[in-house]
């Protein structure tokens, strides 16, 4: 025979190494008296998935727990059997095995397969990382529709659902913009940056032969999608038709000017004093006040009578 995991095979019986570990509990722990043939597991969602839980020993009589390890650890089979979210979509296959059905993005965690031998009172275990991928789907992209020639550009794609993170490809007229304007000769006299981690195509300067029609796809390994194509145009500034606009604003505002100036200058705009204030001063200066004796100081007499 030979030595088999730590385990010395001679003639089918299988002999136990002169070492072990005694837990608190009382169970000992030996190594490889259990394995995994799927250590790490990476599938798609919605795909269907089996963790390999292997008993290499000779003894018949164990009990199987396996768990969930997160933040806590969550008991998925215990008791024989299926405990918490996955009670209706996983099973024991082949007496130690975790099968799981219709798998989502929450059941990406490491868990870990234990077994306790009954008649010696020894434990094992093995751990399995699963990852579950996500297929993207359609980005949101966001294209400006008219931009002035020599001016900035922005386009945007973003996707927050797949995973891992996708990357992000811009296409234009269907073909792919490459990280390299000079790599192909329809982009050459292009002026741009591409970031595929964000999604981000940003023109430094834009120009006539910018204009196409744009859209985005994100992929990962899971897959791919897109969103509809967005037309983005270039168009020249004409100068001569601002520098008109301006002289036509110019000309409006003169002309108002002048005829305020001629307005005022008319009376158009001066205030009316009110009738009665003129008839009470006139009549206030026809009032004419004779003191009535040098020893009464301060006492007047009037020869008409006035108005207040």
Known sequence: GGWRGGVKMAGGVSLLPPLCIVLAHGYQVW???????TPTLVVNEFDSVVLSCIIQSSHNKHRIEWKKLNAVTDFVYF??????????????????????????????????????????GSLDEISVNLTVQVKPVAPKCNVPTSVPVGKAAILTCTEHEGYPPPTYAWYKNGVVVPHDPRSNSKFINSSYKIDYSTGTLHFSVTSKLDIGDYH?????????????????????????????????????????????RLAYKRGYFAKKQPANRYEASSKAESVDYVRSSPEAEGDFRHKSSFVI
């Open 216 to 260: 985005c796809v994100a992929k990962n390994n899971a897959g791919q999608a897109r969103c509809e194509p967005q037309r983005m145009d270039v168009y020249d500034i004409n100068i001569a038709a601002i520098i008109g606009g301006v002289l036509i604003v110019v000309l409006v505002l003169l002309i108002i000017s002048i005829v305020i």
């Open 31 to 37: 190594a490889q008296w259990v394995r995994t043939d």
């Open 79 to 120: 008791d024989k059997q299926i405990q918490g979210d996955l009670r209706d979509r996983a099973e024991l296959q082949g007496g130690s095995s975790l099968k799981i059905r219709n798998v989502t993005r929450k059941d990406t965690a490491v868990y870990r397969c234990e077994v306790v031998f009954v008649e010696t």
